[in-house]
């Protein structure tokens, strides 16, 4: 009888064994790392809710390989040293890859951290020069800055006539900013134009932007370019056309978010931007992903929100696709080539990208494509 | 199936209990379960309806003020700008949430912002900024009341809320009306984030504010909202918002139980969850005590079965084997209860016999072990010995003393060999011993028995015995080592108290000296016999206040114990210092028994210590402090008068006039003279000023608690006066004067060290100044010189990096359209603030050497370009600009020559010097003359900005230069301003009537060009003809230039 019970209670642990066994799987972590905060954080957040998106959507759908994906995403609060803490914490939890970052000064002091560790960084929107044709664990989904500085610099001499620009250009993200002025001053001059005047300067709280406006229309130039983020674009702009109504600006495709025009008002309107989401575009892909990304979040996505859903989904489908033991980044080197939402992204060896380009212009506080 | 009674009544009874169990279960699920869930989902619905009040609650609170502001402002018949600007500062600054509130006008324009005060710094930034893209503001005008915005991101890059509201604002002139304008305050997420927390503070409730969006507005976790995190995925928020819902959601791998409620006019959601888990905690934790307790149940039903059948079965043999126990001398055998009353009954029996045998046996051992306690608790060793002396039993004690156990040997006679340590003097003891043993006790002397135990240790004994009546001996064995030992001790302890070098004293707790070595008597002079009875005042000195006799005595009573110096007075009355130890002795009760002093005379030490300290301090010469000391004391007096608010001076005195009188007189009238003059000054300075000499005939006296820093200057006029004071020395009178340096403290902020070093600066300009004087140090001029000093490095340094280049401004003939010259102008390629044109840096220097040095690498430059030029088939006149300062230094010629001759390609007369009027104001014969001397060499001048100045005619007829050129300010007036014009015609005029040629600069349009060829002046330069280029554009932009036509037309 005592056996019996024995016999019993043996059963019993062996079913309770059985349900714990059954718990779901370890979801797959993947790390996102932007300036989701603070003057940068249209474009980190926009960025962050295209990675999400894509994430999501892909649960939806069952996951990969039948395993849910986890996105765990650090603020670089566009610190240097943040940046870096954040991505040791996200090496620490074991994450496949990271989507990031948004901003080059913060590739620039994250990318050799991530080298070391061997981590898979797929930056959605990082574009200088000085990170270019590295064989490394960097890679990206957009072209390098001088595709845009070359195209900005064409237009502006070709079809606008114009001779002498000045410039002003945001130190914080010097990795950026730099490289893009180096690619702009030299298209431009061997047009023929030139910098007459390059105004650096710390972006922040305290930025002086009426000062600025001030030194560079003293230079009497034929038009302003702002390298900088929105929201500064967007304040030094209302100070250039307090003081003159009909100077010409002009901006690098980082400011060229939906906020630009919603901080800028009647300042903006006109502004020329080279960039490479065209918001007109027809393609089935793009017009889905707009829809599912508006009814997600009630906003437009903008370059931000394209490109880091793209770069999510470079991830998630190398995921997909790599054989057991195959390092991410080879998997995706050995596919090459993948679907964007708006044109298909072109890797080289190197890990670098190529996509369309377009020059716009703001018209009635929206982006129109010029022919 | 053939099975036991025993297994038969188990199952039985265990089905009757499991049915019983299962159907209370059932009425309990079905019940209790279903109503529990529905309270808690209430409870939720509840919370959230709760918290969407309060929130309401908070931004109306928000709301009334801006409200109120509104109110403020539209009720006033007129206002003023700086009055807005005012109002809105006060409600941005008072309003912890607010980051900024903007007051736009009809154009959605920012006419005013208001910002908390540390932010104001910059407000231009956000002033006449456009928000017309901003719907919620527009909004709030077309439907003429307030509006909530979503999260955004604001103008000064944060993520923001805003409430706009219709303004009616009374900012006008004349005849306007007032401004249909709207007043937007934009609010910290922060702030309503630690207003969700506080929602929050219950740990389990997460309350969440969202925008119509699904955007965070406020989250207990502020980051979510400043993130700008979207909810709208949360199933809960899927539907339509505007009702009150309950639900489940998800969210950060919890699963929640939430409801959402609209908050009132924002059009925003409050959103309430509990994690499901400890919402549902009652209810899980009650099925999951109902399963465990019916499952307890039912186990216990089961076993209780089973042993119950088990027990019946097991009686009756228990019995007997009782019976077997009990027979076989087991009396302790519990009896075993059958609960059959025959059996019972003869068991008791069997119990009580085996009792009374039990209670006897006990007795004895209880008495037996009274003894056995009795001669163990001893401390003695206590040993029984039979007749013939053999152990019959010996106490532990016995054992633990001698190591060994009497076990051990068959008698006492082996005994004593094996354990004594010295043998021949022991034998002879116990012999004695053994020998006085009869029927009294018998002790053998303490000093002669010694023990060695196994251990190697040695103890000292007593022995004693007693022959027992029936002729038994009893020994018993005292260790008395200890009390040897400290009888030694003591006498050891006597030898170094009275042959210790230091003076002891050993006092009653009333003080009385009761004991003192010899060392006492040789310090203070008192013998024992005068010492003793006495109380310690008797050497007492008065050195020391009653302050320092409490603290000692507080330390003696706290801690037993005080070290420390006192000086005392010996017998003779000679004062001693003697370093001293006091210590209290206690007795058991804790109560102070002795005071015992140690001392020892270190009168000598504090005498060299003295000396030492002084030669380290003073200078040796005057007494005075020295650098040390002064250095010290500044510092000192630095923080003393930071602490009062008060200044302090710095003075730095050198004698005028010392050297020659060391020089004449010899050192030693020198330094009589130095000492006599220390003196003096000290003697006038106030109560708390120091003078020190720090070296030669230089000192430095600081002077503190000045409130302005005209207090100082009685004692400047002393010390003046008493270095000035005539002298006799060894029959000669000698006179010297001083010259003093001032600076004050903190008007001169440095450390001791540069203040002393700026007042030594400002020394030397009272000597340069004619001596017997004061300068006080000018620190506003110590700036700004080392400002234009790193300016000036700063230029240098970029003359040899060769950072300057030249730009050309073509000068063009309007009516032959051909380019006449070109002007040269600098430029400083800066690698950090890029190009800088020269208002940039040159004004600052103009009255620096530098300038020159720049001028003459401008004259240097363009000639070599005038070169290059020239090689590529270029040649044009080219002039460069040129200042008073270069012209007038006296080598101007001599250097131009030289520069020219380093050019010899280049035709002197291409090259036009370009002079500002109001640099040749000064001396004009001078000016004249160079120009003259200039002119040899070939060279042409010009004189620029014409008609600025006061003496242009005289300038004319004095002055051989060339051309005229007319100031840029009038030419570009001159088609609005009369006066302009009318300047232009005067100087086209004088040109004309003095031969001269003219110029006009500043040129930007076709239409200034046309007027100034109807006024007769053909040659211009300025915007409307070319900015200034770099050198390499220059020969292409010569060949592509054509004038106007309609400069053309009117030739």
Redesign the interface.
């Known amino acids: 009888?005592i056996n019996a019970?024995v016999k019993n209670c043996l059963w019993l642990l062996a079913l309770a064994a059985v349900l714990v066994g059954c718990s779901p799987r370890e979801p797959i972590r993947i790390g996102f790392i932007g300036g989701?905060?603070?003057?940068v954080?249209?474009l980190?957040?926009s960025g962050?809710?295209g990675a999400a998106l894509a994430i999501?959507m892909r649960n939806k759908a069952g996951g990969v390989n039948g395993r849910m994906v986890?996105l765990i995403?650090e603020?670089d609060v566009q610190d240097e040293e943040v940046a870096k803490q954040a991505v040791a914490r996200l090496i620490d939890r074991k994450v496949e890859a990271i989507i990031g970052p948004m901003t080059s000064a913060m590739a620039m002091a994250c990318v050799p951290r991530a080298n070391e560790a061997q981590m898979l960084m797929v930056s959605p929107t990082v574009s200088t020069t000085e990170l270019s044709g590295r064989d490394d664990y960097f890679l990206r989904v957009i072209s390098p800055t001088s595709e845009y500085a070359h195209k900005i610099a064409d237009y502006q001499y070709t079809t606008q006539g114009l001779r002498?620009i000045a410039v002003a250009y945001d130190l914080r993200n010097k990795a950026y900013s730099a490289s893009w002025l180096a690619d702009y001053r030299a298209a431009f001059a061997a047009h023929g134009g030139e910098v007459?005047?390059?105004?650096?300067y710390l972006s922040g709280?305290?930025?002086?932007?009426?000062?600025m406006a001030e030194t560079l229309l003293r230079s009497?130039s034929d038009a302003v370019l702002v390298i900088a983020n929105?929201?500064d674009t967007?304040?030094l702009a209302?100070?250039l056309r307090?003081r003159d109504a009909a100077i010409r600006i002009a901006t690098s495709e980082w400011a060229a978010t939906e906020?630009l025009?919603?901080?800028?008002?009647?300042?903006v309107e006109g502004m020329t931007i080279a960039q490479f989401l065209d918001r007109d575009s027809q393609a089935p892909a793009y017009q889905a992903f707009r829809k599912a990304y508006v009814e997600?979040?009630?906003?437009e996505p903008g370059f931000g929100g394209v490109t880091a859903f793209d770069a999510a989904n470079v991830v998630l489908d190398a995921l997909a696709a790599k054989k057991e033991g195959q390092p991410l980044k080879q998997a995706i080197l050995e596919r090459r080539v993948f679907a964007g939402v708006q044109s298909e992204i072109r890797f080289d060896a190197a890990g670098d990208a190529r996509r369309e380009t377009y020059m716009t212009t703001i018209r009635n506080?929206t982006f129109v494509r010029l022919p | 199936m053939s099975r036991s009674i025993r297994?038969w009544l188990?199952l039985g009874l265990s089905t009757l209990v499991a049915l019983a169990v299962v159907s209370v279960i059932l009425i309990l699920l079905g019940v209790l379960v279903p109503r529990l869930n529905r309270d808690v989902e209430h409870q939720n619905l509840m919370l959230s309806r709760v918290a969407a009040t309060q929130i309401d609650h908070f931004l109306t609170d928000f709301s009334s003020q801006l409200d109120n502001l509104e109110n403020d402002i539209a009720s006033r018949p007129t206002l003023s700008e700086a009055q807005l600007q005012t109002m809105v500062d006060t409600v941005a600054h008072a309003n912890k949430g607010l980051e900024a509130l903007y007051v736009l006008d009809a154009d959605?324009r920012v006419i005013e912002v208001g910002l908390p005060k540390e932010?104001r710094?910059?407000r231009?930034?956000l002033l006449?900024?456009?928000?017309?893209?901003?719907v919620f503001a527009r909004a709030s005008r077309q439907v003429g009341r307030k509006v909530w915005s979503d999260t955004?991101?604001s103008?000064?890059?944060?993520?923001v809320v805003a409430l706009a509201l219709p303004l009616n604002i009374p900012l006008r002139k004349a005849g306007e009306t007032a401004i249909d304008g709207v007043l937007v305050g934009e609010l910290n997420l922060e702030e309503v984030s630690r207003f969700a927390g506080l929602l929050s503070t219950a740990d389990d409730v997460l309350t969440v504010i969202l925008d119509?969006?699904?955007?965070v507005v406020g989250h207990p976790d502020a980051?979510r909202a400043?993130?700008?995190e979207?909810f709208?995925?949360l199933e809960l928020l899927q539907g339509e918002v505007d009702s009150p819902a309950s639900g489940y959601f998800e969210l950060d791998?919890m699963q929640y139980l939430g409801s959402t409620t609209p908050i009132a006019e924002t059009g925003w959601t409050a959103l309430v969850g509990q994690p499901t888990d400890k919402a549902f905690a009652i209810v899980r934790s009650t099925l999951v005590s109902l399963a465990a307790g019916s499952a307890f149940a039912l186990l216990l039903a089961?076993i209780s079965a089973?042993i119950a059948s088990r027990s019946m079965m097991r009686k009756v043999g228990e019995f007997a084997a009782h019976m077997e126990a009990v027979a076989g001398g087991n009396y302790h055998a519990g009896i075993p209860h059958s609960g059959i009353d025959e059996i019972e009954s003869l068991a008791q029996h069997m119990r009580s016999m085996a009792g009374a045998v039990l209670e006897r046996e006990a007795r004895l051992r209880e008495s037996e072990t009274n003894f056995r306690m009795l001669v163990e608790s001893v401390p003695q060793g206590i040993a029984l010995l039979d007749e013939r002396e053999r152990f019959v039993l010996a106490n532990a004690a016995f054992t633990r003393l001698f190591g060994h156990s009497a076990g051990d040997v068959p008698d006492l006679e082996a005994w004593w060999p094996l354990v004594c340590a010295d043998r021949e003097r022991s034998t002879r003891a116990i012999a004695d011993w053994q020998a006085q043993i009869d029927g009294e006790h018998a002790t053998a002397g303490a000093d002669q028995i010694r023990i060695r135990r196994p251990d190697g240790q040695c103890r000292d004994l007593e022995v004693t015995a007693q022959r027992l009546p029936d002729k038994r001996l009893l020994a018993t064995f005292s260790d008395i080592t200890e009390r040897r030992q400290n009888e030694v001790r003591q006498q050891r302890a006597a030898s170094v108290f009275s042959h210790a070098r230091e003076g002891i004293m050993i006092t009653e707790a009333d003080g009385t000296i009761v004991e003192v070595n010899e060392a006492f008597s040789r310090i203070t002079g008192y013998t024992y016999e005068e010492a003793i009875g006495q109380n310690p005042r008797i050497i007492k000195s008065g050195f020391q206040d009653a302050d320092f006799y409490r603290s000692m005595w507080e330390s003696l009573i706290q801690s037993g114990y005080w070290y420390g110096e006192l000086w005392n007075r010996n017998k003779s009355g000679e004062l001693f210092a003697a370093l001293t130890d006091i210590t209290a002795v206690y007795d058991a009760a804790g109560k102070v028994q002795n005071y015992v002093a140690l001392f020892s005379d270190i009168t000598q030490m504090k005498e060299y210590q003295r000396q030492l300290e002084h030669v380290a301090h003073y200078d040796s010469l005057t007494g005075l402090p020295n650098r040390v000391l002064l250095a010290d004391r500044l510092r000192q007096s630095m923080v003393l008068s930071m602490r009062r608010g008060l200044s302090l001076a710095v003075l730095y005195l050198d004698l005028d006039g010392f050297k020659p009188v060391n020089d004449r007189y010899g050192h030693d009238v020198g330094d009589k003279l130095l000492q006599t003059v220390a003196q003096r000054m000290k003697d006038v300075l106030r109560e708390g000023d120091t003078i020190s000499r720090i070296g030669g005939d230089e000192f430095v006296a600081v002077l503190v608690d000045l409130e302005h820093e005209p207090d100082c200057l009685p004692v400047l006029e002393r010390l003046l006066h008493a270095a000035s004071m005539p002298l006799p020395v060894n029959g000669h009178t000698i006179e010297v004067s001083a010259s003093i340096g001032v600076t004050f403290y903190p008007q001169d902020k440095g450390d001791a060290d540069l203040l002393m070093r700026h007042a030594d600066q400002a020394m030397y300009h009272a000597k340069q100044e004619g001596k017997n004087r004061y300068y006080v140090f000018d620190v506003v001029q110590d700036e700004a010189t080392l400002r234009q000093k790193e300016l000036v490095d700063g230029i240098r340094g970029a003359l040899a990096r060769d950072e300057f280049v030249l730009y050309y401004q073509p000068k063009v003939d309007m009516r032959t359209g051909t380019v006449i010259g070109a002007e040269a102008l600098i430029r400083w390629q800066h690698p950090?603030r890029?190009?800088l044109p020269p208002s940039a840096f040159l004004p600052m220097i103009e009255k620096h050497a530098v300038s020159v040095e720049i001028g003459e690498w401008v004259i240097d430059a363009a000639l070599s370009q005038l070169g290059v030029w020239r090689d590529l088939g270029l040649d044009i006149p080219v002039s460069v600009n040129i200042g008073a300062r270069q012209l007038l230094g006296g080598t101007f010629r001599d250097r131009l020559l030289a520069l020219l001759a380093a050019h010899p390609e280049v035709p002197h007369d291409r090259l036009e010097l370009e002079i500002l009027e109001t640099s040749a104001l000064e001396d004009l014969t001078q000016v004249s003359e160079l120009m003259y001397a200039c002119l040899d060499l070939g060279v042409s001048f010009a004189l620029d900005d014409f008609g600025t100045g006061y003496a242009s005619l005289t300038y004319l007829k004095r002055l051989p230069a060339a051309v005229l050129k007319i100031d840029q300010s009038f030419v570009r007036g001159m088609l609005d301003d009369p006066n302009d014009l009318a300047i232009v015609q005067g100087v086209v005029g004088l040109a004309e009537a003095f031969g001269r040629r003219v110029i006009a600069e500043g040129v930007e349009t076709v239409e200034h060009g046309s007027r100034l060829l109807d006024l007769g002046c053909v040659l211009v330069q300025g915007?409307g003809i070319a900015?200034p280029m770099p050198a390499a554009e220059f020969p292409a932009w010569v060949a592509r230039w054509k004038p106007d036509r309609a400069w053309s037309a009117a030739s």
Not at chain 1, 196 to 200: A, D, F, L, R, S
Not at chain 1, 261 to 267: I, P, Q, W
Not at chain 2, 128 to 134: K, P, Y
Not at chain 2, 155 to 159: D, E, L, M, Q, T
């Open positions: 009888m019970i989701v905060s603070g003057r954080a249209d980190g957040i962050r809710n999501e986890e995403v603020d002498r007459v005047m390059t105004e650096p709280d305290d930025t002086d932007f009426a000062r009497q929105s929201v967007a304040m209302q100070q307090k906020r025009t919603e901080l800028g008002g009647k300042a997600r979040f009630a906003l506080g | 297994f188990s959605d932010g710094s910059r231009e930034n006449g900024i456009d928000f017309s893209a901003r955004y991101l103008a000064r890059g944060n993520i119509r969006r699904g955007n980051v400043l993130r700008q979207n709208r995925n791998a089961v089973l950090e890029g190009l915007y900015r």
